[in-house]
């Protein structure tokens, strides 16, 4: 069975920084594409990141500057370093993949659990 599994949130000071990281496992065959989103209380889930097999990235402008995606494709993993994280940055962060299981050549997307990150004084 595919699973996502995030880590890296916590509670940090306005100004800090944090490291996600989301390890994908199981009978993988590709990932063509991984990303990061967040859903803030009492909003909808939005896209933060996105990074292609071959590395293309997209942000949302709210992180634009401040967050950066990126992946190890040898070990399955996608990455979001975050900088200059503001109150309004926190959220539930779910990384998201659309990939191939060995088992069948149609593409699927995955979610993670999700990791909090809180940024607050």
């Known amino acids: 069975q595919v699973q996502l599994v995030e880590s890296g949130g916590g509670l940090v000071q306005p100004g800090g920084s944090l490291r996600l990281s989301c390890a994908a496992s199981?009978?993988?065959?590709?990932?063509?594409?991984m990303a990061w989103y967040r859903q803030a209380p009492g909003k909808q889930r939005e896209l933060v990141a996105e990074?292609?097999?071959?590395?293309?990235?997209n942000s949302a402008d709210s992180v634009k500057g401040r967050f950066t995606i990126s992946r190890d494709n040898a070990k399955n993993r996608v990455y979001l370093q975050m900088n200059s994280l503001k109150p309004e940055d926190t959220a539930v962060y779910y990384c998201?993949?659309?990939?191939?299981?060995?088992?069948?050549?149609?593409?699927?997307?995955?979610w993670g659990q999700g990791t909090q990150v809180t940024v607050s004084s």
């Open positions: 990074i292609t097999d071959i590395g293309t990235t």
């Open positions: 199981g009978s993988i065959a590709s990932i063509s594409y």
């Open positions: 998201n993949a659309v990939l191939q299981e060995v088992s069948g050549g149609a593409n699927f997307r995955y």
